[in-house]
Each structure stands twice: as structure tokens, then as C-alpha cells.
């Protein structure tokens, strides 16, 4: 069984730069091998997709963050990162990752549930 873990949140200022982590443990899990995809829910609103990236490093991002954010992936420490750069209030947010593939272009997660996800902070 897969397990996904999130760190790197913070605060920060607007216009400032984050990295977060994605580190996928699980005795044949590759984050090689698999579609993950970030995802972010603000205070009061439904949990939005952000970035993904394929088996075949295909990567998609949400029009907001085109630009701005980049996903890309380590198969040696198995771990999917976010770049995140010129940061706004508006990506204030937990964000999250897990697991999934693509279907007609799509990113589809798995449905095997969230983690605990990391806040991302970022003031005015």
C-alpha cells in the first residue's frame, strides 16, 4: 500500500518562492511509474487540482498557476515536488498530493484518500 506524505509548507510573503515535498513510500511504489497530482483547498472552498505529472512526465497545471508553479519528480529519493514561485494570497491553502493516472488527458486520482496535507501561508 502507497503512502503519500506532504511537507515544505510555511509562510511566506507574497511574491516569495516555496518547494513542497511529496515522498511516496510503499514497497513497489515509483513515483516513476505513476501519475501524482497536487491538489489545494483554500478556508471554505472545495478542494481544487493544481499540477500533475504523468508516468511519462507529462505535466498540467490549473490556468492560475501556469508560470508560476512547476511539478517535477526524484526517482531516487521517490519523492514528486512543487515549485512554487511568485506567490499570492490566493494560493493560500493545505495542499495535498496523491496518486492517480490520466484518462483522456485527464488527471484522475485514485481515490484512496488524502494525507494530512501542508499549509501554505502566503501574506500580503
Known amino acids: 500500500q502507497v503512502q503519500l506524505v506532504e511537507s515544505g509548507g510555511g509562510l511566506v510573503q507574497a511574491g516569495g518562492s516555496l518547494r513542497l515535498s511529496c515522498v511516496a513510500s510503499g514497497r513497489t511504489f515509483s513515483v516513476n511509474a505513476n501519475a501524482i497530482g497536487w491538489y489545494r483547498q483554500a478556508p471554505g472552498k472545495q478542494r481544487e487540482w493544481v499540477a500533475s505529472?504523468?508516468?511519462?512526465?507529462?505535466?498540467d497545471y490549473e490556468d492560475s498557476v501556469k508560470g508560476r508553479f512547476t511539478i517535477s519528480r526524484d526517482s531516487a529519493k521517490n519523492t514528486v515536488y512543487l515549485q512554487m514561485n511568485s506567490l499570492k494570497p490566493e494560493d493560500t491553502a493545505v495542499y495535498y498530493c496523491?496518486?492517480?493516472?490520466?484518462?483522456?488527458?485527464?488527471?484522475?486520482?485514485?481515490?484512496?484518500?488524502w494525507g494530512q496535507g501542508t499549509q501554505v501561508t502566503v501574506s500580503t
Open positions: 496523491t496518486s492517480g493516472r490520466y484518462y483522456s488527458g485527464r488527471y484522475i486520482p485514485s481515490g484512496n484518500g
Open positions: 505529472i504523468s508516468s511519462g512526465g507529462y505535466t
